[in-house]
T-cell receptor
Framework: KAGVTQTPRYLIKTRGQQVTLSCSPISGHRSVSWYQQTPGQGLQFLFEYFSETQRNKGNFPGRFSGRQFSNSRSEMNVSTLELGDSALYLC??????????????FGPGTRLLVL | EDKVVQSPLSLVVHEGDTVTLNCSYEVTNFRSLLWYKQEKKAPTFLFMLTSSGIEKKSGRLSSILDKKELFSILNITATQTGDSAVYLCAVVTGGSQGNLIFGKGTKLSVKP
């Protein structure tokens, strides 16, 4: 069974631009979560989607948004990029609908650099 | 404010040593505590703990949760160079909006 895939793997943007990252979950998984990892803040939860609905949300500004499609694939968008948005963005998927945050598999991540 | 604190932040040991990694937390509406191993990019799941005093074991790794004192430990016995990684502790909170709060991680380096 193929794992969680994320595209692109690396991305360079400039301040003020926007970016869209994509995540394809493991086949059959319907819950997708997004995380930001930086050296200073560590790993931080962004949001979780299940059946095209946002179920949980971390403490990030409105510039960070996401959506999930009917095939469970998910996209994350960051608008008006800031230097501090440079990070590794991880996606994780889970089959278990009631406890999606506890039973999840991580993708390899997208490394975003904002110049 | 919910927080998860791991200690030590980094640790260097030699093969064969036993290590104990610590994770303490202060959160509202605790649901579960998770341990992950992150070697290069994607964290891999190790343990999920929900009940106090029940040890979870997987090979040389074991973990236990103390919900009264609000901490968990991860033990690794007979360490190997392949155990070198960042070990992450995370707490899942419940309520109307669940959240997953990670500690900063402990970087373990195992020397041959």
């Amino acid at each position: 069974k193929a794992g969680v895939t994320q595209t692109p793997r690396y991305l360079i943007k400039t301040r003020g631009q926007q970016v869209t990252l994509s995540c394809s979950p493991i086949s059959g998984h319907r819950s997708v979560s997004w995380y930001q990892q930086t050296p200073g803040q560590g790993l931080q939860f962004l949001f979780e989607y299940f059946s095209e609905t946002q179920r949980n949300k971390g403490n990030f500004p409105g510039r960070f948004s996401g959506r999930q499609f009917s095939n469970s694939r998910s996209e994350m968008n960051v608008s008006t990029l800031e230097l501090g948005d440079s990070a590794l963005y991880l996606c994780a998927s889970s089959f278990f609908p009631g406890g999606g945050l506890e039973t999840q598999y991580f993708g390899p991540g997208t490394r975003l650099l904002v110049l | 404010e919910d927080k998860v604190v791991q200690s030590p932040l980094s640790l260097v040991v030699h093969e064969g040593d036993t290590v104990t990694l610590n994770c303490s937390y202060e959160v509202t509406n605790f649901r579960s505590l998770l341990w992950y191993k992150q070697e290069k990019k994607a964290p891999t799941f190790l343990f999920m703990l929900t009940s106090s005093g029940i040890e979870k074991k997987s090979g040389r790794l074991s973990s236990i949760l103390d919900k009264k004192e609000l901490f968990s430990i991860l033990n690794i016995t007979a360490t190997q160079t392949g155990d070198s990684a960042v070990y992450l502790c995370a707490v899942v909170t419940g309520g109307s909006q669940g959240n997953l709060i990670f500690g900063k991680g402990t970087k373990l380096s195992v020397k041959p």
